[in-house]
Nanobody, 115 residues
Framework: QVQLVESGGGLVQPGGSLRLSCAASGRIFKINVMGWYRQAPGNERELVATIPSAGTANYADSVKGRFTISRDNAKNTVLMQMNSLKTEDTAVYYC?????????WGKGTLVTVSS
């Protein structure tokens, strides 16, 4: 019932930048949390950043100072600006929506950081 569509992934050199976007559609509750998680081969899926509909963002220590998450509640969209990208940022990035004890996930968008 809630669809999440991610975009913005791609190939970038170390030190470069990308912006990820996730648009939610369907039956959206006003009070919710949206964010980004990532998973690289051989690794567990890990939190990157989350932001509630009203409140402050939460970031993984590994991306603090480099990534910025924001949202447009009117558009039900969450954005993440990624700067100073490192090779270890390479992963599939998944958008997440959570409300009232439910979770929905996007299909993911691949970010590859390589020289």
């Amino acid at each position: 019932q809630v669809q999440l569509v991610e975009s913005g992934g791609g190939l970038v050199q170390p030190g470069g930048s990308l912006r990820l976007s996730c648009a939610a559609s369907g039956r959206i509750f006003k009070i919710n949390v949206m964010g980004w998680y990532r998973q690289a081969p051989g690794n567990e899926r890990e939190l990157v950043a989350t932001i509630p509909s009203a409140g402050t963002a939460n970031y993984a220590d590994s991306v603090k100072g480099r990534f910025t998450i924001s949202r447009d509640n009117a558009k039900n969209t969450v954005l993440m600006q990624m700067n100073s990208l490192k090779t270890e940022d390479t992963a599939v990035y998944y958008c997440k929506y959570a409300a009232l004890g439910t979770e929905y996930w996007g299909k993911g968008t691949l970010v590859t950081v390589s020289s």
